[in-house]
């Protein structure tokens, strides 16, 4: 799938409570990416028959996602191995292993960007998923946990091991998105890359919002293959087009959401109001609109105030 892939290309990132099945297929409909990513699947939980039920409806895929990669996350190598090789059978493209998150439960439990500080049951884990697997292994990651010199050996071990692609997110853990992307570093990453391995594809991440803007750093840094584009679709879900969405546009591609919220969703009605400024925004009275759908306890009674 990477190799098949035409640089640069453009990638959903994987968010917590956001890219599930509803919301990929919204992105879909306004312009899909070249690759989607789902959310995060503990493969702890996948591999416990208390946990697994959520782990599937989490691995769901909808029509048309494909090529579409599973991201998974955790500290257990039997487990990584376990999810592994179930993924193909549910009908992914790839599996990418999780060593960026900052969510302090995620890094308590050893997984996410708390990886970054366990090496050694880092090349485990990776080199258990692919053992267990066809799919081509890929890997999401920060700079470092606290410090930015800490990509100089991180990065090093991630690329030793022979990955399809390295994502790397442009911040350490400790920086959350509390400061600009280290646009600056991308040179000597790209250098790291070429020396180590080469056949890996190279994919940035952090503050690209569109096209428009992964077009320019592809023109600037011609060794990055591919980029992810995260918060972005909150100001416009059409970012992997050209293309600007029209008030009405946007309305009826929020009704859209809401059906498929309907039929799909697992998430209660509440995580909705984490969507209604991807839709109202930047019109005369939308900060009021948007107050005001803030009472609404169904989707009915949205779709009767949006009509």
Not at 37 to 42: D, M, P
Not at 170 to 181: C, D, F, G, I, Y
Not at 253 to 269: G, I, Q
């Amino acid at each position: 799938m990477w190799q098949e892939l035409k640089s640069p290309f453009l990638i959903l990132a994987p968010m917590e409570g956001v890219t599930d099945l509803v919301f990929r297929q919204v992105i879909a409909r306004a312009g899909r990416p070249d690759i989607f990513f789902t959310e995060f699947t503990n493969v702890s939980s996948y591999a416990s028959e208390k946990g697994r039920t959520n782990a599937l409806e989490r691995l769901k895929i909808g029509p048309n996602e494909n090529p579409i990669v599973a991201q998974i996350w955790g500290q257990n190598p039997e487990h990584f191995a376990e999810t592994a090789r179930a993924l193909e059978n549910l009908g992914f493209d790839g599996l990418d292993i999780n060593m960026g998150c900052p969510d302090k439960h995620v890094n308590k439990a050893g997984g996410g960007a708390a990886m970054i500080k366990t090496p050694e049951l880092t090349v485990e884990c990776i080199n258990r998923a692919k053992a267990n697997t066809n799919l081509p292994v890929s890997v999401k990651t920060r700079l470092g946990f606290t410090y930015l010199e800490e990509y100089q050996n991180w990065l090093p071990t991630l690329l030793n091991q022979n990955l399809a692609a390295l994502t790397v997110h442009l911040r350490t853990r400790k920086e959350m998105s509390k400061v600009p992307a280290h646009f600056e570093l991308i040179p000597e990453i790209i250098k790291l890359r070429d020396e180590i391995a080469p056949d890996t594809k190279l994919i940035i991440n952090g503050d690209i919002k569109n096209k428009a803007e992964a077009e320019k750093l592809k023109a600037k840094y011609s060794g990055v293959d591919g980029f992810m584009i995260g918060r972005g679709v909150f100001e416009n879900p059409y970012c992997f087009t050209d293309h600007q969405p029209t008030p009405e546009e946007l309305k009826n591609l929020f009704l859209y959401h809401l059906d498929l919220f309907n039929k799909e969703s697992r998430m209660p009605f509440e995580t909705l109001k984490h969507f209604y400024k991807v839709y109202f925004k930047g019109q005369p009275g939308s900060a009021e609109f948007r107050s005001k759908l803030m009472s609404a306890k169904s989707t009915a009674e949205l779709k009767s105030m949006v009509q």
